[in-house]
């Protein structure tokens, strides 16, 4: 079957043109996300995604049997010569290739961007680079704990940039598109024989959201999306977790530095896919039902019988369905008030007690919040904050502070609302 392609986008601000790329060979799909900046420079992250996407186009187009990584460094330093960029100092692009032959498929990963490989078993691997996620982790957790604006968006967002400048490109750090050709060397490649694969869908993170950050409207699971895709069209999924945003245009459901983020995806399909559109994916899907029907016993017995209760070793697992299967347990722990077992799995899970610490706020329990504060959970102690503030409780806030985490200079300044 000849490899059919279809790609979608949506700019994250209306006049404002994406930082997303899409370029299409014939054997090859590249989709590029070129990072934002806080402090505003000349050269961009959409201009640098321009440079990198026509030099890579360039190197895939060579009649040669190079590595991805091979052809990725060569791309790069193509860019650094011809335009003189430094590492350490330049703007940077996360990177996606799927490449294909008649015998194998091949995705390349850099960045945060992710790849769903869906495979004729009905089965979604997620290809997904996640060394930026720890970093810079004090950063996120300030920004997650609350929604600044203005002037404190911008300074937190710049805190955050540089402390992930300082670890961008070296060991222990992580690995980016930038002006140093061995970054390309680190990128997470995989591959499967052609035979095996049905589908792959290359996303920036701004659509992958809709799993990663949203998981609502009837996604909560990698496959949904495929079986959206399929049935609809790409572009359909970008103007799906548009949508999903503009419900949230105050940033307070889910916490991020702006309402919408550019979105680009590519959707390469191997073969045809009408007769396998019916996943067995039905345990998912009831378990989302009982979630969505307010059944939430329910629902934590079925996201439990996916995975086989093996919680929380499955976040691990590549098969991203038992990924999103242990996301989906745990908010329906939370929602059927059985803290004490989330917080059992918040002793040695982040996922778990990120999710353990939004209830207790959003049920008010500022005591609960307190004692998990006081045991070193700096969330529980943002969270803590922000209640008592909106209680109108700002010397409890003040209080709170000095008692817990008097060294946190960030604390001190969300308890006097700076």
């Known amino acids: 079957m000849t490899v059919r392609i279809e790609t979608g986008h949506r700019s994250g601000s209306a006049g404002t043109?994406?930082?997303?790329?899409?370029?299409?060979?014939?054997?090859?799909?590249?989709?590029l996300d070129g990072a934002s900046s806080w402090v505003p420079e000349e050269r961009d992250g959409g201009w640098y995604?321009?440079?990198?996407?026509a030099e890579l186009?360039?190197?895939?187009?060579?009649?040669?049997?190079?590595?991805?990584?091979?052809?990725?460094?060569?791309?790069?330093?193509?860019?650094?010569?011809?335009?003189q960029l430094m590492p350490g100092d330049a703007p940077s692009s996360t990177v996606l290739i799927c490449r294909w032959t008649e015998e194998t498929i091949e995705v390349l990963t850099l960045g945060d961007s992710t790849a769903i490989v869906y495979t004729r078993?009905?089965?979604?691997?997620?290809?997904?680079?996640?060394?930026?996620?720890?970093?810079?982790?004090?950063?996120?957790?300030?920004?997650?704990?609350?929604c600044p604006t203005g002037d404190e968006l911008t300074r937190l967002m710049i805190e955050l940039q540089a402390a992930q400048r300082a670890l961008r490109n070296r060991p222990g750090g992580y690995w980016i598109a930038e002006a140093d050709p061995a970054a390309a060397h680190e990128a997470v490649v995989r591959s499967w024989p052609r035979a095996e694969v049905d589908a792959v869908l290359l996303m920036t993170d701004g659509v992958a959201d809709v799993v990663d950050r949203y998981a609502v409207n009837g996604f909560p699971h990698w496959?949904?999306?495929?079986?959206?895709?399929?049935?609809?069209?790409?572009?359909?999924?970008?103007?799906?977790?548009?949508?999903?945003e503009e419900t949230d245009s105050d940033r307070s459901r889910w916490p991020r530095s702006k309402v919408h983020d550019d979105k680009a995806a590519a959707l390469i399909k191997i073969s045809e896919l009408d007769h396998r559109l019916q996943p067995p994916f039905s345990i998912l899907a009831a378990a989302d039902r009982a979630r969505e029907r307010g059944d939430y016993a329910a629902a934590v017995d079925l996201f439990a019988s996916v995975t086989g209760a093996r919680f929380p070793e499955v976040v691990d697992d590549l098969d991203g369905t038992l990924h999103q299967a242990y996301y989906g347990y745990l908010d329906a722990l939370a929602r059927a008030g059985r803290l004490d077992e989330l917080a059992a799995l918040a002793t040695n899970d982040a996922r778990a007690r990120r999710r353990l610490d939004r209830q207790l706020h959003e049920e008010g329990r500022a005591d609960d919040l307190r004692a998990r504060a006081a045991s070193g959970d700096r969330t529980a102690l943002y969270l803590l904050i922000r209640l008592l503030?909106?209680?109108?409780?700002?010397d409890a806030a003040r209080q709170a502070v000095d008692d817990i985490a008097p060294d946190d200079e960030y604390a001190r300044?969300?308890?006097?609302g700076a």
């Open 413 to 416: 300044r969300l308890a006097v």
């Open 49 to 53: 995604a321009d440079q990198l996407a």
């Open 389 to 394: 503030r909106a209680r109108g409780e700002q």
């Open 57 to 83: 186009a360039r190197c895939l187009r060579r009649p040669d049997d190079l590595p991805l990584t091979a052809h990725l460094a060569d791309a790069i330093r193509a860019v650094v010569a011809r335009t």
């Open 17 to 31: 043109p994406t930082q997303d790329r899409i370029v299409v060979l014939d054997d090859a799909v590249i989709v």
């Open 121 to 146: 078993d009905q089965r979604a691997h997620r290809v997904y680079d996640d060394r930026l996620d720890p970093i810079a982790a004090s950063q996120r957790a300030a920004l997650q704990a609350r």
């Open 223 to 244: 496959y949904g999306i495929f079986e959206l895709v399929a049935a609809e069209g790409v572009q359909a999924l970008a103007d799906h977790v548009h949508g999903v």
